[in-house]
């Protein structure tokens, strides 16, 4: 089998044990060695022409119900203009948090209402991770407003707003969080 055949049995991020299912391990270690495939973390590799976000892969791989959350969501969302220096990732409260090679501030969501919102992102090669929605993360925002700042939930909600958002939705979910309800309620009334 040639080396272009080996690398086409692999898919474009996989963990050494589903390389190994694939092809043996001395192929493994010289595809390795000659750069057509690169480690991303412990047990996690990729071909070095995949073009995806390694961040996230490597999220995903070691914690399954890793949520990208508050100023990392709103970022994706495009409702904020700053670039968080590191990733906001959500777990529910009292899961295990892995060491990751990553800049990370890891919060710990209540179990109750941890998948209020929360959507999957495709990060390619049949991988997802999860994302809480624009309306959940701007209710994030309200909710954390004295650990995020105030102005970046009123930021990021003007912009939900300005793209035809509905004030509905917001509502809908803030019912699941009174902490943010008054909050975001009366925000809405001064922009409306």
Partial sequence: MSESDLLSTLPDTFRFGEALERINERQFRRLLSE????RLARGIYRKTSWTGDDDLVEIAAKSTR?????????????????????LDIAVPRGAWTPALTIPINWHHFDRATFDVGREDLNIGDQRS???????????????????????MANEALKQWLRRGGQPSALLEIAKSF????????????ILL
């Fill in 35 to 38: 750069g057509r495939i690169t």
């Fill in 66 to 86: 890793a949520t990208i959350a508050l100023r990392s969501a709103l970022a994706r969302h495009d409702l904020i203009d700053a670039i968080p220096s590191a």
């Fill in 129 to 151: 991770i999860g994302i809480y929605s624009a309306a959940r993360s701007i209710v994030d925002a309200f909710r954390l407003r004295h650990l995020e700042g105030e102005d």
């Fill in 178 to 189: 009174p902490q943010a309800r008054s909050a975001l309620h009366n925000t809405l009334s």
